[in-house]
């Protein structure tokens, strides 16, 4: 009884005091203190790379902190791995949802916490509660439905229901907006809102300032693993929380001068592309062309189909119906090998998967789409390492990529930011009529987000064509000339950056207003 | 003075980070370990004679006092060790393109059978005898690689099938030339002379052992061959990007599933070869009613694997392998199984799926070592 | 065609055991390429055993006998490869083959051992248990009824109990799936793998003392289990991960096993003069036309193949 009474005069729910945590030549958490108030909506706002998710390991008993205390209740606590995370009542949305695809939303929400009879699982019971609980906080979800067939936003009410079937008291989002389309956001923003009414103190992680304005009661922000400070929301603005997170005034809209376009590069006629997933097609009769010295961004929800539009161009699926001709050259049916030699460049969505031979050295990845040209293999089938690793460093230098032991350095090794800078390198060195580069940012801090909008604008500065698929709305407004959104597989509407708002394009993102496009 | 500890310590440290030096290390070890836990197994078979037992499997040809008998089974072991070199190239090139060739099996099979069948039957020379194999081998590989590329069947289990496919189907074909009285192929030096490898000479240094032939040499520099195509070339530049990152390679517009057959054709090719270099002797016969796969293609994952994956170690394993093989059936029959040996090379194959672990451990203590250095030198 | 029934029932049963067992391991996210060495330790184990015991004890007892020694010796051998891939994070493929390999070598040897010191001139790898195995089967009619085929029904009934209603099942399956997700929810992904493993050798161990008793009253180690353990797995995929399209998947391929068994008994078929050495053969080629079709759009568990490191989310 007695250590209820403390805890019921602690004014916290959970307090992180002065965490240090260390890495092998690095600091990922200097002194951070982080204080969340019961019922209190909490932003943790910080950069990739900022501590952010090291702090979250800690607190979930991932890592063991060297300096600093985790209180509870106003009550020190040891949490050695994630099961103690959970008896204390604390819960997490994970970015990358932690659900079984093959499983039923019941089946994912009982996982570990299964109610049993005469060693059967009792799944009435659960059901029972999962419906109490999804009408007393308005999330929709339907219990038997199977993960894989569900939206992003029902999987993620799926997960919110997990942390409250669980009776958990603190309930951590981590960048939770990222695969939801504005209405979807508005939808959890309210739901969020709704929780911490009912008593649940939320830690909110996100980099989007806009949304943090709008839900967040306070705001603590990380900068390269320090902390800087907390805010009330009331009392401050977009452009102090952009300072606090970046350390400097930033000029996110890029500048770049007006240019007319010129001849058609790329120009793709009623493309259908099918889905790998599913059994319907993810790209749906789409038509438009990209021009010499544009930038053409390929805007819209995560999941909307600008993978497989990508996939269809770089020849990585084959489509089933329509026309690709680049530089007036048809290759529909044309190999991705062919594509490549004929003036594509592909920046990749997943760097890792596709991007780099993580394996290999820098040197033998700066020449992945060219190791088969003459000036780098001999006739008999050679290669020439001697002209391999001249041509990488040449590429070291001039597109600024670091790394422990140049062009000998597996690449694995690297950090993001330098293996995407080697990706870029790579395809830009080849000179290519036509850039594609798909979320060429992500995951990366404002200074490498920097150089790489510069280089593709030197690209279209230069007379190329560049084709942008970006999911961040920031970047889609800052850096291009023309933007498609693209919905359901299908393309629903272009605009010029100079003319719409972020708001107009939304709402053509989610699929509420569409308009006929056409090449 | 502090000073200098340091550095050569750092030396010390840093030809322990070398790739090469740790994969010796964790051979050397594996090796070790197994015939230690092989001696465990004779001990309690018999104690009394375990120590001299294992003593003979590793001596093995060594356990004849004259030199020239010694000579002579040495070259036993070496006509026995060229196929199974053969068969650990197969399956290591096939690992490099991220494929687990255990067909190889089948594939020596299928090399054997076309092999002796065109020497017995069609009476063909040597070098059309060895094509033949190449091509029977190169075959079964192929349909294993079909069956990967086109249609995903886990080749695995694929390979296990059509090891038992060869085996019955070569049983068959060879049935028409067996000797009468015995299950056992007719005798190639009666039936064939000109489809016996040549010698070359190669006899003489082995105390005139007449199955010392040019398939011990051609074997080594065949691993040659693979060390050069895999480092150097552009298709070995391919294969090993299409086995590390299958995505990345189809993302640079390399043809995976082309190189998956292509890959499976020249392992299987490799294979058997390896056949006929042992068949072509004449040092064996077939026997057309043996109801289970021959060794040596499962005898090559252990000689691969222990070879550290390198066309160059894999002639040094496949000889130790061969060594103890050999050396088992030295060992006093109505005493110790000379299965022994086998008993041993599977504990090494075991042995060897702890390696990359124990690289792992190695590498993560230098580099904790290292950054603790730094951190003090701060 | 009493004995062609017989027959397919019987090595329809190892495969039931065995294609569960690859079922069990696989769900919790191991690929048990071993089956077919824990298979053979599991033989030797029973063969021993009705080797040794009194054939005049109740034929129960000595069933059960047969049946703890091969569930012991397949779940103690299974360790092997749960130890080095689980713990190890080694790779499933080489160390599958390894134990297939140690197997075969260690009974033979163990068999030859003990054949050597009954008789040093004895140095076959045969195991004999005629008198014991009388007590496995009862006659009905025309027909030999196997208490084994008994035992495997009750597996694969439990084993869909299990798989999908209980809460051992469901966990299980999830570590299978996505192990990040079930360590989030507390779930120890290296314990629901070892207990996958260790399921799998038990089961892998009945089905090989199931296989080597099946018509004949001897066995010869050096042979192994002449690849059985991998058509369980091609039964296994064929039935799609799923206890009952197994059993279904089991009797197709029990089916031209037991023809190479019985096809001399059937007039038209030997009239055929079709060699033996084809329908020895026919199984094999049946489940690499089966592979063929049915791998393209298998639903494999998602994680397995893929060892689970903690420190990696």
Redesign the interface.
Same mark, same amino acid.
Request: proline share 3%.
């Given at each position: 009884m007695e250590e209820t009474k403390v805890a019921d005069n602690s004014e916290y729910a959970i307090e992180m005091l002065g965490i240090t945590k260390r890495f092998p030549g690095i600091i990922a958490n200097d002194n951070v203190t982080i204080q969340l108030k019961k019922g209190e909506i909490h932003a943790l706002l910080g950069e990739n790379g900022a501590g952010k998710s090291t702090l979250m390991s800690v607190l979930f008993g991932l890592y063991q902190a060297e300096e600093g205390v985790i209180k509870k209740d106003g009550k020190e606590v040891q949490i050695n791995n994630p099961n103690d995370a959970n008896d204390l009542g604390i819960g997490m949305v994970h970015q990358h949802f932690k659900l079984v695809q093959c499983f039923s939303v019941l089946d994912n929400i009982i996982l570990g916490v299964e109610t049993v009879k005469n060693g059967l699982l009792q799944k009435d019971v659960a059901r029972k509660k999962i419906t109490e609980l999804s009408e007393k906080y308005g999330l929709k979800v339907d219990p038997d439905a199977k993960i894989e067939d569900i939206t992003v936003g029902m999987q993620q009410r799926t997960e919110i229901l997990k942390m409250l079937y669980r009776d958990n008291e603190i309930l951590i989002f981590d960048e939770p907006t990222a695969v939801l389309t504005p209405a979807e956001i508005d939808e959890l923003m309210q739901i969020m809102k709704n929780l911490a009414k009912e008593g649940k103190s939320i830690l909110f992680i996100s980099h989007k300032l806009a949304e943090i304005m709008s839900v967040a009661d306070r705001c603590s922000v990380l900068r390269r693993g320090k902390y800087i400070g907390t805010v009330n929301i009331s009392e401050t603005n977009q452009e102090e929380l952009s300072r606090m997170m970046i350390g400097r005034d930033v000029q996110l809209v890029a500048t770049k001068e007006d240019k007319t376009p010129g001849n058609v590069i790329l120009h793709v006629e009623n493309m259908t592309v099918p889905s790998k997933l599913h059994h319907n097609n993810a790209v749906k009769n789409v038509s438009f062309d990209v021009r010499e010295g544009e930038i053409v961004c390929i805007a819209g929800i995560d999941g909307n189909g600008q993978t497989e539009l990508v996939y269809g161009l770089s020849g990585l699926e084959n489509i089933t119906s329509g026309k690709i001709e680049l530089s007036g050259k048809d290759i529909t049916h044309a190999s991705i090998r062919e594509r490549s030699t004929s003036g594509m460049s592909h920046i990749p969505e997943d760097r890792h998967k596709h991007g780099l031979v993580l394996d290999y050295s820098l040197a033998y990845n700066l020449v992945l789409q060219r190791y088969f040209e003459p000036e780098f293999s001999s006739k008999a089938g050679f290669l020439k390492k001697g002209e391999i690793k001249k041509y990488a460093d040449k590429l070291i230098e001039q597109y600024d990529i670091r790394s422990s032991q140049g062009a000998d350095t597996i690449s694995r090794s690297m950090s993001g930011g330098n293996q995407q800078k080697a990706i870029i390198a790579r395809e830009i060195d080849k000179d290519p009529n036509l850039l594609i580069a798909v979320q060429p940012t992500r995951g990366l801090d404002v200074g490498a987000i920097e150089y790489i909008h510069r280089q593709l604008i030197a690209r279209r500065d230069e007379g190329h064509a560049v084709l942008l698929v970006s999911l961040e709305l920031e970047e889609v407004m800052s850096i291009s000339d023309r933007i498609l959104v693209m919905y359901e597989g299908e393309l629903v509407g272009e605009f010029d950056p100079k003319t719409t708002t972020p708001e107009e394009l939304g709402l053509y993102m989610a699929g509420a207003k569409r308009k006929e496009v056409g090449a | 003075m502090s000073a200098q500890v340091n550095k050569t310590m750092a030396e010390k440290e840093s030809i322990l980070a070398k790739p090469a030096v740790q994969s010796i290390i964790a051979s050397l070890l594996c090796i070790v370990v197994g015939l230690f836990i092989g001696y465990i197994a004779l001990l309690l078979i018999n104690a009394e004679g375990a120590t001299e037992a294992i003593i003979t499997i590793i001596k093995n040809y060594f356990t004849y006092p004259s030199k020239a008998a010694a000579l002579k089974y040495c070259g036993n072991t070496l006509v026995k060790a060229a196929p199974l070199l053969m068969c650990a190239l197969s399956i290591q090139f096939c690992y490099q393109a991220g494929l687990f060739n255990i067909g190889a099996a089948g594939q020596y099979v299928a090399g054997a059978g076309a092999s002796l069948f065109c020497a017995l039957k069609l009476g063909m020379p040597w070098y059309l005898c060895l094509v033949a194999a190449l091509i029977a081998g190169g075959l079964f590989g192929v349909a294993v690689g079909f069956l990967k590329a086109y249609l995903n069947v886990n080749e695995v289990i694929s390979g296990i099938m059509l090891n038992w496919i060869g085996l019955y189907t070569v049983n068959m074909i060879l049935s028409s030339v067996k000797e009468s009285a015995s299950p056992y192929t007719v005798s190639l030096e009666k039936t064939n002379a000109a489809a016996v490898l040549p010698s070359l000479g190669l006899q003489k240094l082995f105390s005139n052992n007449k199955y010392v032939t040019i398939a011990i040499p051609l074997a080594v520099i065949i691993a040659i061959l693979i060390k050069v195509v895999l480092s150097m070339t552009v298709f070995g530049y391919e294969i090993k990007a299409t086995g590390i990152a299958k995505d990345a390679a189809k993302y640079s517009g390399m043809k995976e599933k082309r190189n998956i057959i292509l890959t499976l054709f020249i392992g299987g090719a490799l294979a058997g070869i390896g056949a006929a270099f042992l068949f072509l002797t004449g040092y064996e016969q077939w026997s057309v009613t043996q109801s289970s796969v021959p060794g040596m293609g499962f005898n090559g994952i252990a000689a691969t694997f222990l070879g550290g994956l390198d066309p160059i170690g894999t002639i040094f394993a496949s000889y130790f392998i061969q060594h103890i093989t050999s050396g088992g059936s030295y060992l006093d029959k109505n005493v110790y199984p000379s299965q022994i040996s086998d008993f041993i090379s599977a504990i090494i194959i075991y042995l060897c799926g702890f390696v990359l672990f124990f690289k792992f451990f190695l590498n993560s203590r230098i580099k904790n070592k290292k950054n603790n250095a730094e951190g003090g030198n701060k | 065609m009493v004995l062609l029934l017989q027959y397919t029932l019987l090595f329809a049963s190892v495969l039931i055991l065995v294609a569960l067992g690859g079922c069990f391991s696989e769900h919790s996210g191991v690929i048990n390429?071993g089956l077919e060495g824990i298979m053979v330790m599991g033989a030797l184990g029973g063969a021993l055993t009705l080797k040794y015991i009194n054939s005049s004890l109740p034929s129960l007892l000595i069933v059960l006998a047969v049946l703890v020694v091969s569930i012991v010796c397949g779940v103690v051998y299974s360790m *092997?490869l749960a130890f080095?891939?689980i713990n190890?994070?080694?790779?499933q493929?080489?160390?599958g083959?390894?134990?297939n *390999?140690?197997a075969?070598?260690?009974a033979?040897?163990i068999a030859?051992?003990i054949n /050597?010191a009954e008789d040093? %001139?004895n140095?076959s790898?045969t195991v004999q248990y005629v008198a014991a195995k009388k007590a496995l089967v009862v006659n009905i009619g025309k027909f030999q009824f196997n208490w084994f085929m008994l035992v495997a029904f009750i597996a694969l009934v439990c084993a869909y109990?299990v798989l999908y209603?209980?809460?051992f099942g469901?966990?299980l399956? &999830?570590c299978g799936?996505?192990p990040? &997700?079930?360590?989030?929810?507390? /779930?120890n992904v290296y314990k629901m793998r070892w207990a996958g493993v260790l399921i799998s050798g038990m089961l892998a161990g009945v089905g090989g003392i199931v296989y080597i008793t099946a018509g004949v009253s001897e066995w010869k180690f050096? %042979?192994?289990v002449?690849?059985f353990g991998?058509l369980a797995?091609?039964v296994m /995929?064929f039935g799609q991960w799923k206890p009952i399209n197994i059993g279904l998947a089991a009797l197709l391929f029990g089916f031209f096993r037991a023809l190479s068994n019985v096809y001399s008994g059937f007039d038209f078929l030997a009239a055929l003069n079709i060699?033996g050495?084809?329908y %020895?053969?026919m199984p094999? /080629?049946i489940?690499?036309i089966v592979?063929?079709?049915t791998?393209?759009n298998?639903?494999a568990p998602?994680a397995e193949g893929i060892p689970y490191d903690k420190g990696s989310?």
């Open positions: - | - | 390429l *092997l080095a891939c190890f994070k080694a790779d493929t080489l160390v083959t390894a134990l *390999l140690l075969a070598a260690a033979t040897v030859k051992t /050597i040093p %001139n140095v790898s109990v209603k209980t809460r469901l966990r399956m &999830a799936e996505h990040q &997700a079930a360590d989030s929810v507390g /779930i050096e %042979n192994g002449a690849g991998f797995l091609a /995929i060699p050495s084809v %020895n053969m094999y /080629i489940s690499l592979l063929a079709f791998s393209a298998s639903r998602k989310r």
